[in-house]
């Protein structure tokens, strides 16, 4: 399935890029970041959580194919 | 007073003094109100490593951060008695000594305000998806972390 991919702060400096769509198949978010650290190696020593559908989530929910966003250390007020 | 959907908290920038005085004054007309209690958050020229702060830029993930300054805005009515409540935070480059952040309550009565204003400030640094790039002077960067 296909799934939008966002990144922010610290994160889209590792990735270079806001945003991507990726292809991969069903199964738990722990594989999409794996796939994810595979492709950018950086990505491992960086801090963040993980949305999905915007409500946060652990590496053993399953991938619903929509929105995720790697979300670094919140910095608001 | 509760709003059906999510608003957009976020505005372009700094948020100004005219802007926060004139919310105050709105709020004339509502005469059941007697406290006010406000938050403002402001860019601090923190020194670090020898180098000093000179901005933050802020970004946001801007749908779930709207979402998330919804369910704490509804959190904050069920929990305690407020007759309205305000909330604004900045996108972009705040300057040091500028306002990033505005939290507004009014309830008829002093207690509540401290209260809700401490509860809804804390949620909003724990909660919501907001990012900031802290900015040297010398142009180089570090990114800050809510502690």
Redesign the interface.
Known sequence: MLITI?Y???IAEVTQKDEEQIEISEGLISELLSTLNTKYSDLKHKDFQI?QN?ELVNLETELTGDEI?L??????? | MKDKKPKNVFREGPISSDFIGNSIYKHQTKTSIGAHNIFL?QVRADEIDGKVVSA?E????E???N?KFYEIREAAFEKFELTCMHIY?SLGTVKIGEI??FVFVSSPRRKVVFEALEFI?EA??????????EIFEDNSHQ????T
């Open positions: 966002k922010f702060g610290q949305a915007q966003a979300l670094p250390p919140f910095a608001g007020g | 958050g933050i802020y970004t946001a993930y749908d779930m951060a979402q935070h990033c952040l400030v909003i640094k724990a909660d919501v998806p907001v990012f900031g790039k990114w800050k972390k809510n």
